[in-house]
């Protein structure tokens, strides 16, 4: 069975590079300390723990939300609110990681996190320019590949409006050959 993934029009390709347009979206995220790795597993953790039934639905009880990918995580901005797929986002107050909600949910019809470190935020349409890649990600690479975004979007005249982040497709134990992984930041 497929995992649902946000939805987008791909406005351009170029080799590894992307130009989205990503439709409106609601966002689990909460934000934790510690170095990427360590905020990744922490942030996994709690949201998954929402995803998986510690939550309350509208009409009474919990609820197993369905898993969706990426899982994202990046660095706040101190100016500008991280908004994106499942991911992790870093900022002077440690990391940002999220999930997105599956499509089916709106507002009114997702169940509420019973632990408050979760919050739930709708997130409006969005463009993103995105390098996709391959591999473990730690820290040195994730900033290996924000230059070479940054560099494809200051080639294409674009504005970068936040901070970079990284979108994480697949479950620990894949090959790494296989991982599929994304840093992507929104433009204007």
Same mark, same amino acid.
């Given at each position: *069975?497929?995992?649902?993934?946000?939805?987008?029009? @791909?406005?351009?390709?170029?080799?590894?590079f992307e130009l989205r /347009?990503?439709?409106?979206? $609601? &966002?689990?995220?909460?934000?934790?300390?510690?170095?990427?790795?360590?905020?990744?597993?922490?942030?996994?953790?709690?949201?998954?723990?929402? !995803?998986?039934?510690?939550? +309350?639905?509208?009409?009474?009880?919990?609820?197993?939300?369905?898993?969706? /990918?990426? %899982?994202?995580?990046?660095?706040?901005?101190?100016? !500008?609110? *991280?908004?994106?797929? #499942?991911?992790?986002?870093?900022? &002077?107050?440690? =990391?940002?990681?999220?999930?997105?909600?599956?499509?089916?949910?709106? @507002?009114?019809?997702?169940?509420?996190?019973?632990?408050?470190? %979760?919050? &739930?935020?709708? #997130?409006?349409?969005?463009?993103?320019? #995105?390098?996709?890649? +391959?591999?473990?990600?730690?820290?040195?690479?994730?900033?290996?590949?924000?230059?070479?975004?940054?560099? =494809? %979007? #200051?080639?294409?005249?674009?504005?970068?409006?936040?901070?970079?982040? @990284? /979108?994480?497709?697949?479950p620990p134990w894949t090959?790494?050959? @296989?991982?599929?992984?994304? $840093?992507?930041?929104?433009?204007?």
């Open positions: *069975m497929a995992i649902e993934e946000p939805k987008f029009i @791909l406005i351009e390709k170029e080799n590894s /347009a990503y439709q409106p979206k $609601i &966002i689990a995220e909460v934000h934790v300390d510690g170095d990427m790795s360590e905020s990744t597993r922490k942030g996994f953790r709690l949201i998954a723990d929402f !995803i998986f039934g510690n939550n +309350t639905s509208p009409s009474g009880g919990n609820i197993k939300i369905n898993m969706t /990918a990426p %899982v994202s995580v990046g660095e706040e901005s101190k100016k !500008i609110s *991280m908004t994106a797929p #499942v991911g992790i986002q870093k900022d &002077i107050k440690g =990391w940002k990681v999220y999930f997105v909600m599956p499509s089916q949910y709106t @507002l009114d019809t997702l169940p509420a996190p019973n632990n408050a470190q %979760v919050s &739930i935020k709708q #997130v409006p349409a969005k463009r993103f320019a #995105v390098i996709r890649f +391959t591999g473990f990600v730690d820290e040195d690479k994730m900033g290996q590949k924000v230059k070479e975004l940054n560099d =494809w %979007v #200051v080639k294409k005249n674009l504005k970068p409006l936040n901070s970079p982040e @990284l /979108a994480r497709y697949n090959l790494p050959f @296989l991982r599929r992984n994304e $840093i992507m930041v929104e433009v204007d």
